[in-house]
């Protein structure tokens, strides 16, 4: 089975602009969540979504916003791009919001210039 | 929330030898799980592990959740075991929080 799946795999764009992630979850996981890491940090949680809601959110400003779909794939939005989002932005995928493993996918290395 | 801490920060071994990684949180947890992130920023899961004790190969983990700690074991460590190793937990639901890593260098 496939795992969890980004893309791109790469981007670079510069201050102002903006920029939108894709995820797709393993087949059969409802629960797909946001995580962004800074070289050198750990990964810090962005957003849970599960059956379409979100179901939590991290301490990121309002530029930062994500909607998942009818078939549970998710995109992460981040408007106004500082030079501090620069980061790997990951994603992972759960089967259901309890308590349980979450699988990652590869990340999307951010560059914002 | 919660916090959580890792030790060592860094650590280097000689191909062979045996480590162990510990992480410690600051509340009761829920979900605790062990990554390895590769040096393609990967992260590879290694245990689901809110309590008790797991194995898998050269690797086991135990967690003691009333004492609020993690334990990861590395044993007869090769040069494909080196990256940072990530301790992560939640107190609820998904939204894990990850420690700051451990850095492994195994070398030949």
């Known amino acids: 089975d496939a795992g969890v799946t980004q893309s791109p795999t790469h981007l670079i764009k510069t201050r102002g602009q903006q920029v939108t992630l894709r995820c797709s979850p393993i087949?059969?996981?409802?629960?797909v969540s946001w995580y962004q890491q800074v070289l050198g940090q750990g990964p810090q949680f962005i957003f849970q979504?599960?059956?379409?809601?979100?179901?939590g959110r991290g301490n990121f400003p309002d530029r930062f916003s994500a909607r998942q779909f009818p078939n549970y794939s998710s995109e992460l939005n981040v408007n106004a791009l500082l030079l501090g989002d620069s980061a790997l932005y990951l994603c992972?995928?759960?089967?259901?919001?309890?308590?349980?493993?979450?699988?990652f996918g590869p990340g999307t290395r951010l560059l914002v210039l | 929330g919660i916090q959580v801490e890792q030790s060592p920060p860094d650590l280097i071994l000689q191909e062979g030898a045996n480590s162990t990684l510990r992480c410690n949180f600051s509340?009761?947890?829920?979900?605790l799980q062990w990554f390895h992130q590769n040096p393609w920023g990967q992260l590879i899961n290694l245990f689901y592990?809110?309590?008790g004790t797991k194995q898998n190969g050269r690797l086991s983990a135990t967690t003691v959740a009333t004492e609020r700690y993690s334990l990861l074991y590395i044993s007869s460590s090769q040069t494909t075991d080196s990256g940072v190793y990530f301790c992560?937990?939640?107190?609820?639901?998904?939204?894990?929080?990850f420690g700051a890593g451990t850095i492994l260098r195994v070398k030949s």
């Open positions: 992972a995928s759960s089967s259901l919001t309890l308590s349980e493993t979450q699988y």
């Open positions: 087949s059969g996981h409802k629960s």
């Open positions: 979504y599960y059956e379409k809601e979100e179901r």
């Open positions: 509340d009761s947890v829920n979900n």
């Open positions: 592990i809110p309590s």
């Open positions: 992560a937990v939640a107190e609820y639901g998904n939204k894990l929080v």
